[in-house]
């Protein structure tokens, strides 16, 4: 009955339900009133028990209801024929982006806009104009949120000052860097919609993806590129061993058992086993149970 009536008025309907004197007019009177919970009877007020009342304030709640849909369906009908009337143009899938302060900002908006993980492509040093805004929207998007980015540069990114103090700065602030012998282009990925910068007629322009399918295509195509990279300040192919633990694991999951049947087995949590999985994920450089099954059967550690 609370959610019904102002506190003045459930106050006042409680202290004559009991039997006590209350005032016979004001806003409280009135708002029991119209509610149906009392009325006046030759100058009196007649209280209606707790469950008619209860009933009469649901019936009252469900005409209100019942009148807010035929007004929203009203609202809908009225939509459509402005739709009709007024067809709204499709998004555009994709575009080319030429100048370097718009890329930039297309560039913080797309990586701002998400709240998962970024993946981006670095071939080298910024020698353009369109390049070096790009390089600094990229710096300050990992700045923000370096965590988010799992980043793939190619090996002359690292020949460059800057390009390894950039590096160890994102891997030291949570991020995750591998090195490509050489990649094709540059690239940031959201769940968004991408940023690809692209060769132009006279310096390069960005490509604006927003195709769902397309988004996921590069999606798998940085996927291909991780997995084929190695660990920031490491040598390809290098990994540490799985611990005994972590062996286990992925041996009871090469058996085919799932999360929950290896916990029950090794005695542990299913959420200690799945933190095993990511380290193992990370450290192999797969995006998946499969690629792990994969990078683990090739180094003979199942």
């Known amino acids: 009955m609370d959610v019904f009536l102002s506190d003045e008025a459930r106050r006042l309907y409680e202290r ?9 007019d004001g806003t409280a009177v009135h708002e029991l009133v ?7 009877d030759g100058g009196l007020l007649t209280v209606a028990p707790p469950g008619i009342a209860m009933r009469r304030m649901l019936a009252g709640q469900q005409r209100h209801l019942l009148d807010a849909l035929t007004l929203l369906g009203d609202q809908y009908a009225e939509l459509e024929l402005l739709e009709k009337r007024f067809p709204v143009a499709a998004p555009v899938e994709s575009e080319l982006l030429r100048n370097p302060a718009e890329i930039a900002a297309h560039w913080h908006d797309l990586t701002h806009a998400t709240r998962g993980p970024c993946y981006t492509l670095q071939t080298g040093p910024a020698a353009s104009p369109v390049q070096q805004r790009w390089a600094a929207a990229r710096l300050r998007s990992q700045l923000t949120t370096p965590a988010r980015f799992r980043a793939v540069c190619s090996s002359s990114v690292l020949e460059q000052p800057a390009g390894r103090g950039e590096a160890e700065q994102l891997v030291g602030a949570g ?4 090195v490509h012998p050489s990649l ?23 490509m604006v ?30 990994a540490d061993p799985p611990s005994p633990a972590q062996r286990q694991v992925l041996w009871l999951a090469a058996a085919g058992l799932k999360d929950e049947a290896i916990a029950r087995s090794l005695g542990r949590s299913t959420r200690w ?14 995006t998946n149970r499969l690629t792990l099954g994969v990078a683990a059967a090739r180094r003979g550690w199942v």
């Open 16 to 24: 004559l339900l009991a039997g006590e004197p209350g005032e016979q």
């Open 34 to 40: 119209v509610n149906g919970l009392v009325r006046h």
């Open 175 to 178: 991020g995750q860097l591998r």
């Open 184 to 206: 094709p282009g540059e690239l940031v990925l959201t769940d968004h919609g991408a940023l690809l910068l692209v060769d132009g007629p006279g310096e390069p322009v960005a």
């Open 209 to 238: 993806v927003r195709t769902r399918g397309m988004v996921a295509a590069l999606r798998h195509y940085f996927d291909l590129l991780w997995s084929r990279s190695a660990p920031f300040g490491r040598s390809g192919g290098e």
């Open 273 to 286: 086993v799945r933190r095993h999985f990511e380290v193992l994920e990370e450290r192999l450089g797969a």
